[in-house]
């Protein structure tokens, strides 16, 4: 059975940006702060090290009672029992992805423009990722989503949207009217020197 999701803020590890010693505790520290979803991403380790940190991090996770994506690997995520996998578009395409992770896992896809925010609710995306909304260090590359795109891409799909890129505390409140349901956050938490009450604070503004 899919479990349910409070998308509101969504953390995505980052170890070249962390504060803390470990991913284990830059994730528990942000849990602390009220994250509702986590999103473990490695990119540069070997499968073995990606499989073993990712059932440290679910014991966290369930710990708090909050979901655990696994970014790009299926495999991963079906092996360490996560809730669901993140592909981006040079991942594996959606429609795989949701073939090997079943109906009852979820499947989040990045998209950058309307018609890639289609696709992936035509192939089975449970979310997507909107981004880069602003200006990023974590993916120099990414082509920037106006905030009329983003209203745009809310009101043609039905399924929840999350906006990445560059939200932090300054730039979460230019979303607070664009209907979404939540902001993925990198650095404006795992990058400050008390990542518990950085994901607080950024949880306050945007419930409040």
Same mark, same amino acid.
């Given at each position: 059975?899919k479990?349910?999701?409070?998308?509101?803020?969504?953390?995505?590890?980052?170890?070249?940006l962390?504060?803390?010693?470990?991913?284990e505790?830059?994730?528990?520290a942000?849990l602390?702060?009220?994250?509702?979803?986590?999103?473990?991403?490695?990119?540069?380790?070997?499968?073995r090290?990606?499989?073993? +940190?990712?059932?440290?991090?679910?014991?966290?996770t369930?710990?708090?009672?909050?979901?655990?994506?696994?970014?790009?690997r %299926?495999?991963?995520?079906?092996?360490?029992? %996560?809730?669901?996998?993140?592909?981006?578009?040079?991942?594996?395409?959606?429609?795989?992805?949701? &073939?090997?992770?079943?109906?009852?896992?979820i499947?989040?896809?990045?998209?950058?423009? +309307?018609?890639? &925010?289609?696709?992936? @609710?035509? @192939?089975?995306?449970?979310?997507?990722? *909107?981004?880069? *909304?602003?200006?990023t260090?974590?993916?120099?590359d990414?082509?920037? *989503?106006?905030? @009329?795109? +983003?209203?745009?891409?809310?009101?043609a799909?039905r399924?929840p949207?999350?906006? $990445?890129?560059?939200?932090?505390?300054?730039? +979460?409140?230019?979303?607070?009217?664009?209907?979404?349901?939540?902001? %993925?956050? *990198?650095?404006?938490?795992v990058?400050?020197?008390? @990542?518990?009450?950085? &994901?607080e604070?950024?949880?306050? $503004?945007?419930k409040?």
């Amino acid at each position: 059975m899919k479990v349910n999701v409070d998308y509101s803020l969504y953390l995505c590890t980052d170890r070249t940006l962390m504060t803390s010693a470990t991913i284990e505790e830059s994730v528990k520290a942000a849990l602390e702060g009220g994250v509702t979803l986590v999103q473990l991403r490695e990119k540069n380790c070997s499968g073995r090290a990606f499989y073993e +940190l990712g059932l440290r991090v679910k014991k966290i996770t369930d710990a708090y009672g909050v979901p655990l994506i696994i970014n790009d690997r %299926a495999d991963i995520a079906l092996a360490v029992g %996560a809730a669901g996998v993140h592909v981006g578009q040079s991942d594996l395409p959606c429609k795989a992805a949701r &073939a090997l992770m079943g109906k009852d896992k979820i499947v989040g896809v990045s998209v950058r423009c +309307l018609q890639e &925010a289609l696709q992936a @609710e035509r @192939e089975g995306a449970d979310y997507i990722g *909107v981004g880069a *909304v602003f200006a990023t260090r974590t993916k120099d590359d990414a082509a920037q *989503v106006t905030a @009329e795109e +983003l209203r745009g891409i809310r009101k043609a799909v039905r399924i929840p949207v999350v906006a $990445i890129g560059g939200v932090n505390r300054q730039t +979460l409140p230019l979303l607070k009217d664009t209907g979404i349901d939540g902001v %993925a956050v *990198v650095s404006a938490i795992v990058s400050q020197p008390d @990542e518990k009450r950085a &994901a607080e604070e950024l949880l306050r $503004i945007w419930k409040a």
